[in-house]
C-alpha cells in the first residue's frame, strides 16, 4: 500500500475490487464519500499502479469527455484500452447480441465501461460476466460515474455537500446525469429548485423519493427568479435523442439560454455546473465567469475515474 492510502479503511478499499459500478443506488453513502476522499489523494498521486491492466469501452452510443477521460485515465495508470466508440463498426451491426459481445469481450480484457441506449443495460452487461462492468451511461437510466464527479466538483468548488441549495435546469425527465445525481444527493441534507419545461420535469418516481427521504424542493419553469440565491446551477442540454417525437424537441430545444445577463440576479455565490455536451443552454459569454465550472467539472472526471479504475482494479491494495 503506497503512503498516500496508508490511512484509508483497507477493509472497505478491498471491497471495491471486481465490483460492478451500474447505479449509484448500489452505494450506501459512506461508500460515496470514501471514494471523494480516495479521488481527492489521486490530484497529487500519478504511480502507475495498474501496469498492464485493460479496460475495454464499448461505446454503443455518442461520447467524448466519459469514453476519452476513461482512456486517459486508464493510461495515466499505466493500463491501456480497446473498444469502439461507434456500433456500427462493431459486430452489433451483424445482430450480435450484447450477452454474446460481452462474453468475447471479457476474455480481451479486465474491466469492461459499457454506454448503451436502452435502459438496464449495464445491469445485464455486469450479469453476463465476471469481469467489473462500469455503466457509462444507460439510456435516460443512470450515469454513476458522471455522479462522482460531479459530487466531487461541488466538494471541490464549494467545500461541503450539505446545506447546499441547488438548481437543476433543462431536461430533467431524460437527463441521466440529472437523474444519478438527485437519486445519490438523497443522502444529503440538500434543497432543490428544479427548472424544466411541463413536458421535461423530474420523473414522478425521483420527485416521491425527494418527498421521501424529507428534501425540499419546488418546481419551476422560469430560471428567474428561481435561480436567486441559490449555490449551485446544474444545467443541462436538451437530449434530443431521447424524444420519441421530434416535434415535441422542437418545442422546447431552446427554452433555456443562460449568459450572462443573470448574473447581477442571482447573488454572489453561484456555481455554474453541466455535465456537458452544451447545445444552446450556456452562453460561450459565461465561460470566463469566474465560478463557470463546468471545464473545471469535466477536468474532475479523469481524477475521479482513475481512483474508480485503481478502486476496482485493485491497484492501491
Ligand atoms: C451526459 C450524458 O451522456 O448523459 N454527458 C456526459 O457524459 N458528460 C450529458 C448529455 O449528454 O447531455
Redo the contacts with the bound molecule.
Keep these: 500500500m503506497h503512503e498516500l492510502f496508508k490511512d484509508i479503511d483497507q477493509d472497505r478499499a478491498r471491497s471495491f475490487k471486481g465490483r460492478d459500478i451500474i447505479s449509484p443506488l448500489d452505494f450506501e453513502k459512506d461508500e460515496i464519500l470514501f471514494l471523494l476522499d480516495v479521488a481527492r489523494r489521486f490530484e497529487t498521486f500519478r504511480e502507475p499502479v495498474l501496469p498492464g491492466c485493460i479496460l475495454a469501452a464499448l461505446f454503443f452510443e455518442p ?1 467524448t ?2 469514453r476519452l477521460s476513461f482512456e486517459s485515465a486508464i493510461q495515466r495508470l499505466g493500463g491501456s484500452v480497446l473498444g469502439f466508440a461507434d456500433k456500427g463498426v462493431s459486430s452489433v451491426a451483424k445482430g450480435e447480441t450484447l450477452y454474446d459481445t460481452i462474453r468475447v469481450v471479457e476474455a480481451y480484457c479486465d474491466a469492461i465501461v459499457i454506454r448503451h441506449p436502452l435502459e438496464g443495460s449495464a445491469r445485464v452487461a455486469a450479469e453476463s460476466t465476471e469481469r467489473p462492468v462500469i455503466n457509462g ?1 444507460d439510456g435516460a437510466n443512470q ?1 454513476p460515474t ?1 455522479t462522482l464527479l460531479d459530487l466531487y466538483t461541488i466538494r471541490k468548488e464549494k467545500d461541503r455537500i450539505d446545506g447546499l441549495r441547488i438548481g437543476f435546469l433543462g431536461d430533467l425527465k431524460y ?3 440529472v437523474h444519478s445525481l438527485v437519486d445519490t444527493l438523497c443522502h444529503f441534507d440538500v434543497e432543490m429548485k428544479l427548472i424544466s419545461p411541463k413536458t421535461l420535469r423530474l420523473p414522478a418516481q425521483l420527485r416521491e423519493k425527494l418527498d421521501s427521504v424529507g428534501i425540499s424542493f419546488s418546481e419551476h419553469e422560469e430560471i428567474l427568479p428561481a435561480a436567486a440565491g441559490l449555490d449551485i446551477l446544474y444545467t ?2 436538451i ?1 434530443k435523442e431521447r424524444f420519441p417525437d421530434l416535434l415535441d424537441y422542437e418545442r422546447v430545444k431552446s427554452v433555456y439560454q443562460v449568459d450572462r445577463t443573470i448574473l447581477p440576479e442571482v447573488g454572489e455565490e453561484l456555481t455554474i455546473m453541466h ?3 452544451r447545445v444552446t443552454e450556456i452562453s460561450p459569454d459565461l465561460d470566463d465567469y469566474p465560478r463557470a465550472a463546468y471545464f473545471r467539472q ?1 477536468a474532475n472526471g479523469v481524477t475521479v475515474r482513475r481512483a474508480l479504475l485503481a478502486l476496482v482494479l485493485g491497484g492501491i491494495l
Aim: zero cysteines; hydrophobic letters at 10%; proline letters at 12%.
Design positions: 461520447s469527455r466519459t451511461g450515469h458522471q437527463g441521466r446525469a443541462t442540454r437530449q455535465p456537458l455536451p469535466s
